[in-house]
Structures are given as structure tokens and as C-alpha cells.
């Protein structure tokens, strides 16, 4: 009778140990999801979370920026630098998708890309208030004709669209394009 109580006793013990491991497995998982959401965006200060958020619309930012880099010179393509949720740098499609630091950039380029992220930012709206002016200030003096042409062409289209976009240039030809010209 004693090892018989004994037996149920433990038969039971069994049984809620098993219970027990499935609520602790349960658990665990929630625990693992909290974690890893922690992991991303918690700290005290809420940087951890800034920079996640920021990360977001830089991804979009570049989503965006690399069509009108691909309009403009389809050459490059901008990345972010792994393991560096704010930083970017250039894949150059002619040297084998070789990726490299914005700074190696010569002068033209980097007008190019820092135009392409200036029109794709112009594009990203705050809900309803899309950014319809762009203004630019210079550096199209370091570009070659070529490029010179695709970019005037790019801010053309754009006008067309509806947009409106002045630029500061001392650059010759560039009032040509222009609809409207302030001499200063």
C-alpha cells in the first residue's frame, strides 16, 4: 500500500513536472522575443530606439536616393556600412561592385550623391506636407557635361512634376535650361 501511495505520488509529480516544463518553454519564448526587442531599441536614454527609428527611414532615404542615383549615374548604388546603423558608403558597379568610403569619392561624385539623397529626401513627406521646393547651391561646376546634362535633365523632370527647384550656379549653360533665370 506504501509503494503503491509512492508510486501515484510520483506519477503525479510527474505529471506536474511535465506541466511545469511546458509553461517554462512557454515562457522562455516570450522571454526570447522581449529579448531581442530589447537587444534592438531598449536603453534607458532611448538611443538605442532613436537609432533604430533613424536606421528605418535611413533605409527608406536610400531606397529612394539610389533611383535617382541610378538616373543620374548609374554607376553607383549607396549602402549602409554594416554593423553601423547611420553610416553609408558607395558600391561602384564599373570596379566589380567594389564597395568604398564616400570620402573616396571625387568631387562630381560626390555632388551626384549627395544630390540623389537631397531629391529622395525632398520626396519623403511628413503625412501630408510633401516638400514641393529644392534648392541647390552650387557644385555643379564639378561635373562633367555629360553628367552636368543628366542631372539638369533629372531637375527638369522633377519641375515638370510640379516641383519647384532653384539653383545657385556660376556654372555656364545652366541658365539655358532654366525657365527663369535671377542674375545676381
Given at each position: 500500500?506504501?509503494?503503491?501511495?509512492?508510486?501515484?505520488?510520483?506519477?503525479?509529480?510527474?505529471?506536474?513536472?511535465?506541466?511545469?516544463?511546458?509553461?517554462?518553454?512557454?515562457?522562455?519564448?516570450?522571454?526570447?522575443?522581449?529579448?531581442?526587442?530589447?537587444?534592438?531599441?531598449?536603453?534607458?536614454?532611448?538611443?538605442?530606439?532613436?537609432i533604430f527609428a533613424q536606421s528605418l527611414t535611413l533605409e527608406a532615404l536610400l531606397v529612394r536616393a539610389n533611383h535617382q542615383l541610378e538616373a543620374l549615374e548609374p554607376r553607383y548604388r549607396l549602402v549602409r556600412v554594416p554593423?553601423?546603423?547611420?553610416?553609408?558608403?558607395?558600391?561602384?558597379?564599373?570596379?566589380?561592385?567594389?564597395?568604398?568610403?564616400?570620402?573616396?569619392?571625387?568631387?562630381?561624385?560626390?555632388?551626384?550623391?549627395?544630390?540623389?539623397?537631397?531629391?529622395?529626401?525632398?520626396?519623403?513627406?511628413?503625412?501630408?506636407?510633401?516638400?514641393?521646393?529644392?534648392?541647390?547651391?552650387?557644385?555643379?561646376?564639378?561635373?562633367?557635361?555629360?553628367?552636368?546634362?543628366?542631372?539638369?535633365?533629372?531637375?527638369?523632370?522633377?519641375?515638370?512634376?510640379?516641383?519647384?527647384?532653384?539653383?545657385?550656379?556660376?556654372?555656364?549653360g545652366i541658365d539655358e535650361k532654366a525657365g527663369a533665370v535671377v542674375r545676381v
Open positions: 500500500a506504501q509503494s503503491q501511495a509512492a508510486l501515484e505520488r510520483d506519477a503525479q509529480m510527474r505529471r506536474t513536472h511535465a506541466v511545469i516544463g511546458r509553461e517554462i518553454a512557454e515562457q522562455d519564448a516570450v522571454l526570447t522575443h522581449w529579448k531581442v526587442l530589447d537587444d534592438l531599441i531598449g536603453s534607458a536614454d532611448g538611443k538605442k530606439f532613436r554593423g553601423h546603423h547611420l553610416e553609408l558608403q558607395i558600391v561602384d558597379r564599373h570596379m566589380g561592385d567594389e564597395v568604398r568610403p564616400l570620402s573616396s569619392l571625387s568631387g562630381g561624385e560626390t555632388f551626384l550623391a549627395s544630390l540623389a539623397l537631397a531629391l529622395a529626401l525632398s520626396a519623403l513627406s511628413a503625412g501630408d506636407t510633401p516638400v514641393e521646393s529644392l534648392f541647390i547651391d552650387e557644385g555643379f561646376g564639378t561635373l562633367d557635361r555629360n553628367t552636368l546634362g543628366k542631372a539638369l535633365d533629372l531637375l527638369e523632370s522633377l519641375q515638370g512634376e510640379g516641383r519647384q527647384i532653384g539653383i545657385i550656379s556660376h556654372v555656364p
